[in-house]
């Protein structure tokens, strides 16, 4: 009660204490000792008798009460039926297998639901597999209709049953060995291995028809097909190594890359890298033994559609030997293409509109909802619910957890996740859901939401309101405060931006007590038995423990929590002196609720911090966006004392933006040692490699028709292209 004398929490500390009683080893039998010390119920807490006072008992009922709750009641999480839950994250371990992952924790799930009572049930609200699943299943199909198409483009040129067959063998052959390989390297099937495998399906076929062609002339010639595959395989064995060292040692920078991306990509290459040796041997080896059994004259060439595709082969050489002709009469303006090719390649890099990853569309929206940094528990969980009334009204959202108060987050700040449909079963991409919902959920007075669509590689920054993050550093913090407004305001300027915010929490309301240490000393009262007397009042203060077969209970102090909302109450608060006596701290301590302070200072590097996070406007780039962010903070004129850098994804973008040239440079070069190597020549591998700025023109032309941002997946088919281009050179 407000003005009971003090009450020690002592009889709490020790009644809750599970103290080893010990044995009675009496000379046949012995004895455990137990007694009824630990209490465990809500009813014997408010029996329990604290001290006496004038000759009876003060129990816990007669000066509060005793309630079973939550440990921290400033937490908790709703689901999409606004009904509060516990809200469980499962991660995986860093060596496990996400898929195999989940699939177990489905199979248990039954088992758990089984072991609740019937009013408790599991609700799962997201599951980041299913669009795994979902895409590695699309990259299957690929890789099964580029086989598919590989082998109809072999049929139709070389129009021999087996012909076809023979090359078209080496395709899963060559598959399996590289999925046996990544099987003993400690790979998984996941969309980069499988999009290296669906890349390299040209590759295997190009050894195996470069040998058959070379066999099958010398069949057609009338030299029976073992002694043909024999001279042919000799002939062209050479050339196989040469063609598929030159496209190994294009992948050699990304295996030697570093950072993120380089781990990234080096799976990928190591599986490109796999797959071209496999089929390599598979082409040096069971292409001409096939060849010398199965591999015979085809007389069905008159066929009427054989004539028709051959006379359309034979006006595209027609075609070619006059283009071929003309190139060779006139080589000036033929070289002069090839330097307007060199340039035009490096102006469409530049111009190309450059990013990290491509957006994914996983399925899963994050999101933020951030109040008044002076907002009570009870107001921002009514903002809460207001946002998640809004949401849920969205027709292609089926799923929603949000919690407050967990993660480490601001006392102000609450999570939301949602689910949405499968996205054959929606129409709007999650980008596009998250900007029809801005707009609806900016009309709660009293919050801001953020969304962002979940990405599968987020890498390093701070645990942000929006994807990207521009991070302001500077010792002094009260210049940090006063600048990161303005870079907020200046970024809000920016049309290409949206959802700007920072991290800054710097208006809190506190209740300041200023302690009158001279009066305080007369009435025999320290700074820490004031503190002591706040924390036990206001802060959930654990003082005790009990334990059950399966779980550990706290027991927390706090006045009565009606109490807690009044900051006039602390004029009600005693305190006991050195003496015992019980003194009033407004005897000696004067409260102010006007001082404001920071609510969570952060830092980073050893200095104060403040990130500014934002998304991007619809077709923007991410290279357009850095830019625009330099040059609006340059434009600020910072002191020199504050540092503004990017993080996270932004961060490794502009790392990986400034190795690309070096990184392309490295491959062209590669190429040129291992072709300069095998063919003993400088000026060879450079008539190779000039077609190289006409591939890399028609990639990047491409990425700007199709409107893709040259990512680091478009570095890799900008690479393909040019590494394609070299081997059809190298035949």
Known sequence: RRHTRYISVTGVQTCALPISKGYIDGPNRTFTIYDNSQITQVQQYRDLVLTYRNGGPVRVRDVGDAVLAPENIRSGAWEQN??????????????????????????????????????????????????????????????????????????????????????????????????????????????LSLMAMTISVGFVVDDAIVMLENIYRYIEGGMKSFEAALKGAGEIGFTIVSISLSLIAVFIPLLLMGGIVGRLLREFAITVTLTIIISMVVSLTLTPMMCSRFLRPDHGQDKPLYRRIAAGFEAMRAFYERTLDWSLKHQTP???????????????????????????????????????????????KAKRQAVSDIVMTDPDIVGMGSPIGLFGRAGNMANMMLSLKPRSERSAS????????????????????????????????????????????????????????????????????????????????????????????????????VDDTLYSAFGQRPVAQFYTQVNTYNVILEITPALQGDPRFLGHLYVKSKSGAQVP?????????????????????????????????????????????????????????????????????????????YLIAAAILAVYIILGVLYESY?????????????????????????????????????????????????
């Open 82 to 191: 606004g009904k509060q839950g516990i809200e469980i994250l499962v991660n995986k371990t860093a060596d496990a297998n996400v898929i195999e992952t989940v699939g177990l924790i489905k199979q248990v799930l039954p088992e758990l639901v089984a072991a609740l009572p019937p009013s408790i049930f599991m609700l799962p609200i997201v599951d980041r597999t299913e669009t795994i699943r979902a895409s590695v299943a699309e990259v299957q199909f690929t890789l099964l209709v580029s086989v598919l198409l590989v082998i109809g483009v072999i049929f139709v040129f070389l129009r021999n049953m087996w012909a076809t067959m023979i090359p078209a063998v080496a395709i899963p052959l060559s598959l399996v060995g590289t999925c046996a390989a990544m099987c003993l390297l400690g790979f998984s099937i996941d969309n």
């Open 334 to 380: 033929v070289f002069m293409s090839f330097l307007v090719t060199v340039a035009a390649s490096v102006l469409l890099y530049v111009l190309v509109p450059k990013d990290f990853f491509p957006q994914q569309d996983t399925g899963v929206i994050s999101g933020q909802i951030e109040g008044a940094t002076d907002i009570s528990f009870a107001e921002l």
């Open 585 to 661: 701290l407004s005897a000696f301590v004067k409260a102010d609720t006007k001082p404001i302070a920071p609510m969570t200072v952060n830092h980073q590097g050893g200095f104060p911090a403040t990130t500014v996070s934002f998304n991007l406007s619809p077709g923007v780039s991410l290279g357009e966006a850095v830019t625009a962010v330099e040059d609006a903070y340059a434009e600020l004129g910072p002191p020199a004392a504050l540092r503004g850098t990017f993080q996270g994804a932004a961060q490794v973008f502009q790392t990986s933006l400034a190795s690309q040239p």
């Open 683 to 731: 000026l060879y591998p450079l008539a190779i490699l000039s077609t190289l700025p006409s591939a890399g023109v028609g990639a990047l032309l491409t990425l700007a028709v199709f409107g893709y941002d040259l990512s680091v997946i478009g570095l890799i088919g900008v690479i393909r292209s040019e590494e394609h281009t070299s081997e059809l050179q190298s035949h």
């Open 430 to 529: 999650a980008d596009q859901i998250i900007n029809r919902l801005r707009p609806k959920v900016a009309q709660v007075e009293g919050a801001a939401a953020f969304f962002t669509a979940a990405q599968d590689i987020n890498v390093g920054g701070r645990a942000a309101k929006a994807q990207f993050q521009f991070t302001l550093q500077d010792p002094d913090l009260e210049e940090l405060n006063t600048w990161t407004p303005q870079v907020v305001a200046k970024l809000r300027s920016l049309p290409i931006l949206q959802d700007v915010s920072s991290d800054q929490q710097v208006g809190t309301t506190t209740q300041t007590l200023v302690i009158d240490r001279d009066q305080a000393a007369r009435l025999g009262v320290t700074p820490a038995m």
